[in-house]
């Protein structure tokens, strides 16, 4: 564990002194607050929509976010060439598959991304369940995401982010009260934080492009946890300080423009659980 | 009058105890607003642009907000689909007219939604009376919509207001100093507010879309008279405490996280106004 | 130099006065912080992204604003003919050729909009030696643009401003540390500012953004002054009460919107430095 403890706080540093960039490819609604949490935690961030891009972006981008909301047409397009750019440049990139069963162009996207394999895949669990049923790597279960929501617990999900682990060989965060951070080795538990997170729009979409930033500087697990444990301390301590859900919003990305690697270290002993793997 | 002010208070609390999902399409601009303003006043947000999500969307939320601010190219299929799907599946749905009468894109999807006669229209002044003369229900009078802003007062719009009541049968909401509210059998003046709001971009969309969570707890004319008065209380009560235009954001989304229905109801009596029937 | 200074004062004094309608053609990532930043200088703002919008907008419009950042496949087309529209119905327009140099229809894009001469061209470093590049107006440097950001110093991109400049006839701001604001005439340095404005998405994009707004009330180089000067000092000054990076851009916008302009006149006495032109 302490392996684990000191490679979170040498994340959270190197993201800070090198300012790696992270291409995006994100939704609307929450494409600013993604940006805007990128830079706080020290990346730099650009996003793109045209299939063009995908090459020249990966080519100067340290890592690369997929997030599957809100999409337009040329999505189906530009979102795989994004995934294929990144794999062919050999930059780790993170897969956020938002709203996962809603309409046929998302589904039909996520499942063409499934050859591209993700370094990092971070979604609630009803969207891990179904993007583990369209991968046809777990047909018992089915998700259930209502909109962007999840029905299902973390703990539901465990066994399809599991599947997906296995499959691309990656790291898989399924987020919720408790994230669970797995590879096909190891399954952590991240606890704290709060719900005032859920208040706000793009909690989870920018946490993936977190996700994305730490990717850029440390290997996949250690990225993910990175990503959980940051957030659960600065929504936890946001909370405590704040009442409305804008207030929070700012004292949130405060939060993570000041992140200091000692507090979350001391954060990260208590919130970072290795589970016993099945 | 204590009716209405009783269903306003019983709107306030549902919507907070129910988490009701309300699927928008809605503008770039204001996007971001819009979904956290939504998520304030207790509901769930779900943004939409592809055609393919029309039936999805509307199947699994309990109110539809079509917003025809910035308009991309699909918009025109996606936003009628859009309308279509509520009106099959029997959810309300909230029009906002946003910049009617700029380009010929808009002006014919405007013209394209008359057959599926929105539960609740909310626009300003100006925006009403060009949907009226769209529809062909008013042509004595024309509006002019100077980008997004009105350049006619509420009470111009009355008639406008009325004739575009009639014709869907639903709820009409003209937004300015005054919000006028009305259907087919009343009409109501709401009051008080602050034109701090102003200084902000959003602040009518974003009442379009807490106007579609009401409108998923509570008849059409309830659930407009509570987002403007909810409205009225969150901008008047932040703009008293704040000076500069994000610093009142931040406040205004505040009070909308922290609504406690009796304050409303307290503010609702001196603001909701019934006025006589011309 | 006192002519400028008090050109600058009015400049503030006008758009705060007169509210000039600008119309934007602008990127996703910030385009909310676009239109809070003309709203907040006293401007009013409207964002199109359609062909057909291009002559209405310019025709209500005092000044338009066309930035390249985030790129639909509508955009070569739509930005294309919202900049003749300017130039045909004689509005000023402010030019910011967001990450040139990233992406094919990007930089046919910015080709094609050369003969449309920008009033203003607001770029950082990187930018704006590859639109000079681009425009074939000087070969011997190219601009290294990471995403969207400047791997070049302002004074590494002066003569590729003023060959911009010369082929314009306009005004072109070259955004850094220190501004450098020029046109055939003049060279200017802008000094001052808080790095603060790096670690928030849009820093620039509102930048152009309020230069438009001044151009709808000034001459250009004033506008462009103006516009820096403002930035300058509302993000120092910013800087200087808060700690987090939406605390600092809750106290910028304020600032913004809170413009005195006898505390932009003596800001600007020692902030803006005419310089010998080379």
């Known amino acids: 564990m ?26 609307f609604t929450t494409i600013n607050l993604v940006a805007n ?48 750019a990144a794999v062919e440049l050999g930059k780790p990139w993170v897969l956020d598959p938002v709203a996962a069963g809603l309409g046929a162009t998302r589904n039909a996207l996520l499942k063409d991304l499934k050859p591209y394999k993700p370094t990092i895949i971070r979604g609630n669990a009803s969207e891990v369940i179904t993007l583990a049923n369209f991968w046809e790597l777990q047909t018992a279960k089915k998700g259930n995401v209502e909109g962007v929501d999840a029905t299902d617990t973390v703990y539901e999900a465990l066994e399809s982010a599991k599947e997906l682990a296995k499959w691309t060989g990656g790291t ?8 669970l951070v797995l590879n096909n080795k190891e399954i952590y538990a991240v606890s704290g934080g709060s719900d005032m997170l859920k208040k706000i729009t793009g909690g989870g979409c920018s946490l ?5 930033v730490y990717a850029a500087v440390a290997e996949p697990l250690i990225a993910a946890l990175t990503g959980s444990v940051v ?32 507090t979350i270290r001391t954060y990260a002993e208590t919130s970072i659980r290795k589970m016993v793997k099945a």
């Open 2 to 27: 302490e392996k684990v403890l000191s490679a979170v706080v040498k994340a959270v540093n190197d993201a800070k002194e090198t300012s790696p960039l992270s291409g995006s490819w994100t939704n």
């Open 37 to 84: 949490a990128q830079l706080a935690v020290g990346g730099r961030a650009a996003t793109c929509f045209l299939p063009d891009e995908a090459k020249p972006i990966a080519a100067i981008s340290k890592s690369i976010y997929i997030n599957a909301g809100t999409l337009k047409q040329i999505a189906r397009e530009s979102l795989t060439e994004a995934a294929k």
């Open 172 to 179: 898989v965060t399924v987020s919720g009260k408790t994230d």
């Open 208 to 212: 993936g492009g977190v996700i994305a």
């Open 231 to 262: 957030y659960k301390w600065a929504s936890e301590t946001a909370a405590n300080s704040t009442k409305g859900s804008f207030s929070f919003q700012t004292a949130f990305i405060d939060n993570l423009s000041l992140l200091d690697a000692e």
